[in-house]
């Protein structure tokens, strides 16, 4: 391999790759702020500042939740109103399936969601991915 092709290639690999960020940038400015990735506290900080916060428990091998995961972003796209008043917070199941964050919140599986407000469950979802039961659920947390 000489030297010029060598270069070639990592020129041609970093646009790829700034393409490729450029195409996901509308991706995220739909999606608000983004998903949290829990940590231990986040949670009782966010409930503790009046926030609603859907807690969504998935592993990344996990079909289901990859399935939830894209049901719960096409609809933040079409509906600000999610971003602007849930805290969506995801769960490692991998990591924190044994944790109190799931002990306490009696989560049975990988794939369920769960809405919070206050020291109140406003409704959750074992394992379902349909849009209409998950629009259902994400619509609770934004009445008042």
């Known amino acids: 391999m000489t030297k010029q092709f060598r270069i070639h290639q990592s020129l041609r690999r970093r646009l790829l790759a700034a393409i490729a960020t450029t195409l996901l940038i509308p991706l995220s400015v739909f999606a608000g702020e ?36 894209r049901v719960i972003s096409k609809l933040r796209s079409e509906n600000t109103a999610y971003n602007e008043n849930i805290v969506f917070i995801r769960v490692d199941w991998d990591t924190y399936s044994d944790h109190e964050i799931s002990i306490m919140n009696n989560i049975p599986r990988r794939s369920t969601l769960v809405l919070l407000r206050g020291d109140e469950e406003l409704g959750r979802i074992v394992a379902g991915t349909s849009e209409a039961q998950i629009r259902a659920l994400m619509d609770l947390g934004l009445s008042t």
Do not use: I
Not at 34 to 61: F, I, M, Q, R
């Open 34 to 69: 983004g998903t949290k990735d829990y940590e231990p506290g986040l949670v009782e900080t966010e409930l503790a500042a009046g926030n609603t916060v859907l807690l969504d428990y998935a592993a990344s091998w996990c079909s289901t939740c990859k399935r939830q995961e």
